[in-house]
Nanobody, 128 residues
Framework: QVHVVESGGGTVQAGGSLRLSCSAS????????MGWYRQSPGKARELVAN???????NYGDAVKGRFTISRDGVTNTVFLQMNSLKPEDTALYFC??????????????????????WGQGAQVTISS
């Protein structure tokens, strides 16, 4: 089991900055990509940014050039630095940790199953 906890968020004026943090703990042996998604009322959840440790980040089109994702592979913490915030960035931001499947051929057991773990969400509100 992997536990995902977000921190940060809040309310800022348009043009301001915020930083979100997300830590994954527990059985992180098979932890793969970690990232952020957001959802506002009446809209589908969308990708903000995600990152595999040591890999290249992926960003949603709406945040490219303004948001930066980074990751501490030792602590399994991912950060989202959000700059030049706009009112349309207002949403509930969720952290997702992806677990990859891992099979132990010697013991003939499945060590990890393919699964996503989500945090509870952090509210980000941008006032105009």
């Amino acid at each position: 089991q992997v536990h995902v906890v977000e921190s940060g968020g809040g309310t800022v004026q348009a043009g301001g900055s915020l930083r979100l943090s997300c830590s994954a703990s527990g059985d992180t042996e098979c932890l793969g990509a970690m990232g952020w998604y957001r959802q506002s009322p009446g809209k589908a959840r969308e990708l903000v940014a995600n990152l595999i440790y040591g890999g290249n980040p992926n960003y949603g089109d709406a945040v490219k050039g303004r948001f930066t994702i980074s990751r501490d592979g030792v602590t399994n913490t991912v950060f989202l630095q959000m700059n030049s915030l706009k009112p349309e960035d207002t949403a509930l931001y969720f952290c997702k940790a992806e677990q990859f499947e891992k099979y132990d051929a010697r013991l003939e057991v499945l060590r990890c199953s393919l699964r996503d773990y989500w945090g509870q969400g952090a509210q980000v509100t941008i006032s105009s």
